[in-house]
């Protein structure tokens, strides 16, 4: 379903058979941007989880993040040539940043144990004594969709999200309608595709508690 189509679907719901009003069609292409943007930031889904391998420098504690991180699943090093199953860094807080950063701001080692994020950076602690692979497995930002593509565009949120963004632009313009009942049931709506969505992501992620029983 391309964010077009999506579109589309919306002034059906609330407009059958009708034109949105002149002022709408701007607002609706807004809105659904907004909805896109709210589920990619308040849901994970396999489709946003990535892998993503960093190299570290000497001496050097920081290391920059992928400029679509969301969130981090697990960090890990590379050791001896292997790239998978080595022993993750523990995240640590803000306290505990302040707390090593004062005990061990002149150690290094070859494979730090612990580390932090910190906006747009990765810090290593101890600071990493060589240049090693550093292995990142996190969720992400989608790119953008541009105004210019809107019509045309389609990507996994729309694919497999598309009605739920559907319910939540329509539940918000009946609310500016007065017509709370309406917005109310596709607020539910919106909240039953999530639901949805959410048990096909751990169906795909093969998580147990989601697998089917045999018939």
């Given at each position: 379903m391309t964010y077009g189509e999506i579109y589309d679907e919306i002034c059906?719901?609330?407009?059958?058979?009708?034109?949105p009003p002149e002022n709408i069609p701007g607002f609706i292409r807004r809105r659904i941007l907004?909805?896109?943007?709210?589920?990619?930031?308040?849901?994970?889904?396999?489709?946003?989880?990535?892998?993503?391998?960093?190299?570290?420098?000497?001496?050097?504690?920081?290391?920059?993040?992928?400029?679509?991180?969301?969130?981090?699943?697990k960090v890990y090093f590379?050791?001896?040539?292997?790239?998978?199953?080595?022993?993750?860094?523990?995240?640590i807080d803000l306290v505990d940043h302040i707390?090593?950063?004062?005990?061990?701001?002149?150690?290094?080692?070859?494979?730090?144990?612990?580390m932090r994020i910190d906006?747009?950076?990765?810090?290593?602690?101890?600071?990493?004594?060589?240049?090693?692979?550093?292995?990142?497995?996190y969720w992400s930002f989608l790119p953008t969709v541009e105004v210019v593509d809107f019509d045309t565009t389609e990507d996994s949120i729309s694919i497999?999200?598309?009605?739920?963004?559907?319910?939540?632009?329509?539940?918000?313009i009946k609310?500016?309608?007065?017509?709370?009942?309406?917005a109310q049931s596709y607020r539910q709506r919106f909240e039953e595709e999530i639901e949805g969505a959410m048990q096909e992501d751990?169906?795909?992620?093969s998580i147990p508690e989601a697998r089917a029983p045999y018939l």
């Open positions: 059906f719901m609330c407009w059958p058979g009708d034109e907004s909805a896109r943007r709210m589920i990619n930031r308040n849901y994970n889904f396999w489709f946003t989880l990535k892998t993503e391998a960093l190299l570290t420098e000497a001496e050097v504690q920081t290391v920059a993040l992928p400029d679509d991180y969301k969130e981090i699943e590379t050791i001896e040539g292997q790239n998978y199953g080595g022993p993750v860094l523990r995240q707390d090593l950063g004062l005990q061990k701001v002149d150690m290094s080692t070859e494979y730090p144990d612990a906006g747009s950076n990765l810090y290593l602690y101890p600071k990493p004594s060589h240049i090693r692979t550093l292995n990142l497995l497999y999200c598309g009605q739920a963004i559907i319910y939540h632009v329509a539940a918000d609310l500016q309608e007065n017509e709370w009942q309406t751990k169906v795909r992620r």
